[in-house]
Structures are given as structure tokens and as C-alpha cells.
């Protein structure tokens, strides 16, 4: 059974910081693509980043230059550094693993940028 199990998600002031985790169990980490995405109320679910098995990444447009993915084949977790947030960033984040044509969710964190 796989589990993605986030967190790190919080209330955080415009310009600061925030990392989230997500870990995985149940799978073949170091071979799955691993990805965060995000929904705000009211917009479709969207790309932030993603983290292949050889850990080239790729970035939403809106996010490039201020946050940055990474893996811990070792711990079997994912992270997101979200730095310089936006009130804009304000979203429910979900952890994602896509394993050939297989992709599985988290429950997601909600992460609120506002003063």
C-alpha cells in the first residue's frame, strides 16, 4: 500500500520561509518521479515541481527561481524549500509519486502566506 504522508505546511508572513516534506512507503522511491503540486480555492489543481529518478527537476513558471525540490533516496522523502513566498503561494500542497503509469496522491498540507 502506498502512503505519501506531508508536512511542514503552516501560516508564514509574505517573504519568509517555509520546507515541506512528504514521505513515501510502499513504493520503489528511487525509481519514482516525485512532484508537489498545489490548489488554491476556486483554480485547478497546478504543477510547482517535480524530481525524476536521476533528480533533474522542473518548475511551475510562477515558482522558478524561489523554490527548489529535492530527494533523499536514503529517507525515502521529497522536500520543497519555498522561499520569498506570496500571498499568491496560499494553497493546499500535495506530495505526488508517479511510477510508470501509476500516480498516487498525499492528503495534502495547507500552506497560508499572509500578514
Known amino acids: 500500500q502506498v502512503q505519501l504522508v506531508e508536512s511542514g505546511g503552516g501560516l508564514v508572513q509574505p517573504g519568509g520561509s517555509l ?14 518521479v516525485m512532484g508537489w503540486y498545489r490548489q488554491a480555492p476556486g483554480n485547478q489543481r ?16 510562477s515558482v522558478k527561481g524561489r523554490f527548489t ?4 533516496n536514503a529517507w525515502n522523502t521529497v ?16 506530495c505526488n509519486a508517479r511510477y510508470y503509469a501509476y500516480s498516487y496522491w498525499g492528503q495534502g498540507t495547507q500552506v497560508t502566506v499572509s500578514s
Open 19 to 32: 520546507r515541506l516534506s512528504c514521505a513515501a512507503s510502499g513504493i520503489i522511491f528511487s525509481s519514482t
Open 69 to 72: 525540490i529535492s530527494r533523499d
Open 46 to 61: 497546478e504543477l510547482v515541481a517535480t524530481i525524476s529518478s536521476d533528480r533533474n527537476t522542473n518548475y511551475g513558471d
Open 79 to 94: 522536500y520543497l524549500q519555498m522561499n520569498s513566498l506570496k500571498p499568491e503561494d496560499t494553497a493546499v500542497y500535495y
